[in-house]
């Protein structure tokens, strides 16, 4: 397929055809596989850091992060490329959560029979399975419907607090439930691990994608550190404003590194098959992170890192792995 986002068209027929797949066993297992493939695809064409990263966790629960993967992306779309109206977008959201609150009602297999979206039937089925609490996807979907009206947040606490905890923060959540703690003692350590790293993850997004979310009409830097800069809104463009811009876009890339310092110290809460792609993802974006926060000109030019570095990050001895996951020879 073209390297280009899935139009809603394009998001429907692959539904249709997995749906097809999936139901061809009758049983939840067959149609699980089909819908893992499914996930996997999605997150191989939208985020190959993070896909190359969750290629070394074990079977189940890479396959469960692929299936959770497709469903934060699919609400994502709605929002940033359906070429339709706002208010097409909240109806579409909404109905988006009453499906989900049906699938989390009954088996993979019956929703699917009920119509409900292949992919948020393999998302309750893995909600079900860690006992992941369904008001975390709700928030979840409560940001992505403040993405269609856009806002703006007065200070970091603001932000952190009204938009990353729902975007990124109860995804972290999402994937401490699915790798697991060490021990049960430490499942509140892996929670305030994964919280530190939704943080860290979406502030990084935040000082890259600068030019890209104010096309969208949205800003994500807080409006306390452009102004403590002399920095008006309707100024960003400004070249005179692009040092001063700079400065911001460092400071928050700052905080940003803490929060991943402070999800790797708590690396040894996690269950030991997982330490390593939790590792490589801290690695990987705080590389990235880094590239931003020296950036002169975060306007001019979306920093990112390459495949080799992100390479780099993972054992050489793992790396016979990648090229199976390319080839789509992993096991569903």
Not at 231 to 246: F, G, W
Not at 277 to 302: F, H, M, W
Request: hydrophobic letters at 40%.
């Amino acid at each position: 397929m073209a390297n280009h986002d899935w139009t809603e068209v394009e998001w429907g027929m692959l539904d249709a055809r997995v749906r097809s797949d999936a139901l061809k066993g009758r049983q939840d297992h067959s149609a699980r596989q089909a819908i893992v493939r499914h996930g996997r695809s999605v997150l191989k064409k939208y985020s190959t850091s993070f896909f190359i990263v969750t290629r070394f966790l074990p079977p189940l629960k890479r396959a469960q992060v692929d299936m959770l993967y497709a469903g934060v992306r699919y609400p994502d779309e709605i929002v940033d490329t359906f070429e339709i109206s706002p208010s097409r977008k909240d109806q579409k959201l909404a109905l988006w959560r009453e499906q989900f609150g049906r699938a989390m009602q009954c088996s993979m297999n019956q929703s699917l029979l009920d119509g409900v979206p292949v992919i948020v039937a393999g998302l309750a089925d893995v909600m079900r399975a860690n006992q992941i609490p369904a008001s975390y996807y709700h928030h979840f979907l409560d940001a992505m419907s403040a993405d269609v009206h856009p806002r703006r947040y007065a200070t970091l606490d603001d932000l952190v607090e009204n938009y990353i905890y729902g975007s990124a923060i109860v995804v972290g959540y999402f994937l401490a439930y699915i790798y697991g703690a060490s021990n049960p003692a430490e499942f509140d350590r892996a929670l305030n691990a994964s919280r530190h790293l939704g943080i860290a993850l979406q502030l990084t997004n935040f000082v890259r994608d600068v030019a890209e979310d104010k096309g969208r009409g949205r800003l994500y830097l807080p409006l306390n550190m452009l102004r403590s800069k002399g920095i008006q809104e309707d100024a960003l463009n400004s070249p005179a404003t692009q040092h001063a811009l700079a400065e911001v876009v460092r400071e928050v890339a700052v905080t940003a590194q803490e929060h991943y310092a402070a999800a790797g110290a708590d690396l040894d809460a996690f269950a030991p098959d997982c330490r390593l792609a939790i590792d490589a993802c801290i690695r990987v974006y705080g590389e990235l992170n880094d590239r931003v926060a020296t950036s002169q000109a975060p306007l001019a030019k979306r920093e990112s890192v390459s495949l080799s570095r992100k390479f780099s990050v993972l054992p050489p001895s793992k790396y016979w792995r990648l090229p199976l996951a390319y080839m789509g020879l992993e096991p569903a």
